[in-house]
């Protein structure tokens, strides 16, 4: 199969303004992205609406193409930004791998974790997850959890802790089931991403604020992969101090 990785980058941010040309240890956070990602993967490019953006990673040799400033969320940049880079290098892909663009240190091994999923022909979209035993972390709201069947593939994404295990002291849950929380980065085969782009929002969207929940609610197959690293993101001047010496 023929793969390749976008990284969705926007110079407006509500919190940290220019995050992708924060400079990390005398490297821009999204070169970091790029240098990082094309360990994984031959062909990565980065999706952005910003002229400073554009031209930063041309000049240290990054491939980029200029999107919208309209869209809504990650996965319509990288819609768009396969369709021009895909016409401009006369080039098909099989599968796109969207890739946060404030994760300076993603690990090439997730990605090719997300790659192998697509070994399962019924494999449409593929994501990361992790098994959580910190309670405090999984009854955080801001962490995702998810549950999945005998096969690896997502039954349901939610903000509260799931499953319920009855009988049990919360404390000795994780004791008793493996929970996952999910890692967000995702990818998907080029024809459904597609369909995914036109689909309405649906309820349990909605009601959790979660995209990949109107996949679900739409028959789509997502199959996760578990992954024992856990990315650093940056989504405040403050995180920066996460980063290790």
Not at 84 to 90: C, D, G, P, R, T
Not at 206 to 219: P, T, Y
Request: charged letters at 25%; proline letters at 4%; aromatic letters at 8%.
């Amino acid at each position: 199969m023929k793969f390749i990785g976008i990284i969705p980058s926007r110079y407006a941010s509500t919190r940290f303004p220019g995050k992708p040309l924060a400079i990390i240890k005398g490297k821009s956070m999204i070169q970091r992205v790029w240098e990082q990602a094309s360990k994984s993967l031959e062909t990565v490019v980065v999706a952005t609406d910003n002229n400073k953006i554009f031209e930063h990673v041309k000049n240290f040799g990054g491939k980029v193409v200029m999107t919208s400033k309209l869209h809504k969320t990650g996965t319509d940049r990288c819609h768009e930004a396969l369709k021009i880079f895909s016409e401009k290098e006369n080039k098909k892909y099989d599968v796109v791998i969207n890739i946060q663009g404030d994760e300076p240190y993603i690990s090439p091994s997730s990605i090719d974790l997300l790659k192998n999923c697509f070994t399962d022909k019924k494999t449409e979209i593929a994501t990361l997850i992790k098994k959580e035993t910190n309670i405090e972390e999984l009854n955080s709201p801001n962490t995702i959890k998810t549950i999945i069947d005998k096969k690896n593939f997502a039954i349901y994404f939610s903000r509260s802790i799931i499953p319920y295990i009855r009988g049990f002291k919360q404390e000795d849950w994780t004791s008793k089931h493996n929970f996952f929380k999910h890692i967000g980065i995702y990818s998907y085969k080029t024809n459904i991403l597609e369909q995914i782009i036109n689909l309405e929002q649906t309820p349990l969207e909605i009601s959790e604020s979660l995209e990949q929940n109107r996949w679900l609610e739409n028959g789509l197959k997502i199959k996760t992969a578990i992954t024992s690293q856990e990315s650093i993101s940056i989504d405040t001047p403050e995180d920066l101090k996460k980063i290790p010496i």
